[in-house]
């Protein structure tokens, strides 16, 4: 999804090009998402190799379901908010930020408190981020997503997760790839720091995240990247489109609910 004339840069001076980018979907729009596309730029996440030794970094397969998962909520309806449109982080990062080819650790709290910023400021009625799992055992499966439970947000944050799983496990199925379902978890297994809250779904941290996100939010793991029956199946362009299809078919229904 390129950025087109209709595309708002909901803060410039903020972010970087590309990042945090409106596509409103008309006046008679049915709320508002944040798509959060994980990694991006220097931090490519973690990576995989397909069945016929295809190299595939995370941050190169979060983004296309994330661009896909946006025009159909934009089909469906709903206005869409990129949180990075492009291969570059949604933030703006200098230097000295990467260090060793990577991004060090205070430049990806940076980034991961803008994501929060894009939503907040998009006033977005739930957000979802990207993301795939890995592990050191190739041979390890399973879908899972996260929410934070150390919020007044969480069962609806909880909902959102549990719309997410089912639909997703959904489409893994129908690619040919069903995943064992490894359930709607506490985040605290899934943090960037090895435990605690994440920062895109967890309770604001003075000093470190004084603004948490201000709405429902959850975080899929589809698959391992690390399992190369996994990664083929979806490293394909029907195998985003599915994906993308299930995630946003889990938002819609989610978002439904709400206002019933």
């Known amino acids: 999804m390129p950025v087109t004339p209709s595309s708002i840069v909901l803060d410039a001076r903020s972010f970087a090009p590309g990042g945090c980018i409106a596509f409103p979907s008309g006046p008679a729009s049915r709320g508002t998402v944040l798509v959060d596309a994980g990694h991006g730029g220097p931090d490519p996440g973690s990576v995989g190799t397909t069945l016929d030794g295809r190299t595939v970094a995370e ?117 040919g790839e069903p995943s064992p379902d490894r359930g709607v978890i506490d985040d605290s297994s899934g943090s960037e720091a090895g435990g605690g809250d994440l920062v895109l779904l967890g309770p604001g941290v003075p000093g470190s995240n004084d603004e948490p996100s201000a709405m429902p939010g959850a975080l899929v793991e589809p698959l391992f990247l690390t399992n190369p029956a996994d990664l083929t199946a979806v490293a394909t362009p029907r195998g985003v489109d599915i994906l993308a299809g299930a995630i946003s078919s889990g938002v819609e229904d989610y978002l439904d609910e709400e206002r019933r």
């Open 59 to 175: 941050k190169d397969l979060t983004l296309p379901v994330a661009l896909a998962v946006a025009s159909r909520l934009r089909t469906a309806g709903f206005s869409a908010v990129l949180s990075r449109s492009t291969d570059e982080l949604g933030s703006t990062i200098e230097s000295d930020d990467v260090q060793n080819g990577s991004l060090t650790t205070a430049a990806s709290q940076e980034d991961l408190v803008a994501r929060v910023r894009c939503a907040n400021v998009a006033r977005a009625d739930a957000l979802v981020s990207v993301h795939f799992n890995s592990f050191d055992d190739p041979a390890v499966t399973g879908s899972e997503t996260l929410y934070d439970v150390d919020r007044p947000l969480a069962p609806r944050s909880r909902a959102l997760a549990q719309s997410l799983q089912t639909n997703i496990r959904a489409g893994l199925a129908a690619l």
